[in-house]
């Protein structure tokens, strides 16, 4: 059965590669629109169907197939942090991450499309992971700034590079802050192949 993943995602497509050895890639060209109206496990799932549902569509004609859409986002306090729109605005979002209990979520929605002898199912699902920091000083945050990684990351951290050594701890699937909860993946993947 063919497997797409409709993301561009370095860090996704090298999650995948641990769970199916071949799958393509497949970019969804659909907007990431937030909607307030929906809380963020909703938004995140959201956006997650929408790119699986783009790409599934644009693949009609290509048989059994399961497409994979993931989006992530952090959030603290009620507040959504996407990426950066330059290095004032990456440092004032470190700075409030590790302000009060330093503690954050990230929520990462998973929509999986399964066609098999022309039946379709859906899944879509999402899975949390609380973040710790520790205090961070104004040197450390420039110097994590100056390895130029901050720019392409929703709130200006990735927990898989230089940024780990401010990390106290996460409570959660290590993969699912890296932007594709593979458990959950791989449990609905071994039901179809």
Known sequence: MKIILASQS???KELLKLIVPTFEIIVSNQEETLNDKLSVEEQVMQIAYDKAKNVYDRT???GDRIVIGSDTIV???GK????PKNRDHAKEMIKE???ENKMHK???GLCVFVEKEGRLKEYKTYDEVKVYLK???DKEIEKWLDTGNAMDKAAAYGIQNEFCVHVEKIEGNYTSALGLPTHKLYDIIKTVI
């Not at 959504?80 to 990426?83: C, P, W």
């Open 106 to 108: 990230i929520i990462t």
């Open 135 to 137: 205090d961070i000083t």
């Open 97 to 99: 991450l590790i302000t």
């Open 80 to 83: 959504i942090y996407g990426k």
């Open 75 to 77: 959030t603290k306090n």
């Open 10 to 12: 370095p860090r996704r």
């Open 60 to 62: 009609k004609n290509k």
